[in-house]
């Protein structure tokens, strides 16, 4: 290879590493880290906040900043724009996979409830065309 054929990659790289460094690290999902985990006293302020993903998701952080993934039976078509939701965490007020959430006065039992390594994916950001 020739200095003449190597200095039109060496130009088309400078060009192209500022658009590189401006994206951003992808996001690794996050997994689960334990299958058939539980928050206690999910009754009594053992969960501080909640997203749900879809009308089968809803993922709820504990107050110890862990996230946990709860899938539901049936689809709750009206959880993606609940500002909030009753836990049904039984009489233990432990909240896991034999409990469910209420959403508008209807019941939703869980599938499953699985500790996982981070939060929950981000909501997709619509673009507005002007």
């Known amino acids: ?14 060009v192209a590493s500022p658009a590189l460094a401006d994206r951003p690290a992808p996001v690794r999902p996050a997994v689960v880290v334990q299958p058939n985990a539980s928050i206690p006293f999910a009754n009594h302020g053992g969960v501080d906040d909640f997203r749900a993903v879809s ?6 952080k504990d107050n110890h900043r862990r996230w946990y993934r709860a899938l539901l039976f049936g689809p709750a078509f009206d959880l993606r724009y609940a500002e909030a ?20 006065g209807r019941h939703y039992n869980f599938t499953s409830f699985d500790l996982m390594s981070g939060p929950p994916p981000e909501k997709p950001k619509i673009a507005h065309r002007h």
């Not at 939701?85 to 508008?104: E, H, Q």
């Open 1 to 14: 290879m020739t200095f003449k054929s190597i200095l039109p990659l060496a130009a088309a790289l400078l």
């Open 55 to 60: 009308d089968r998701e809803i993922w709820f």
């Open 85 to 104: 939701v009753g836990i049904d965490a039984r009489p233990s007020g432990t909240l896991d996979r034999f409990g469910g959430i209420y959403v508008r």
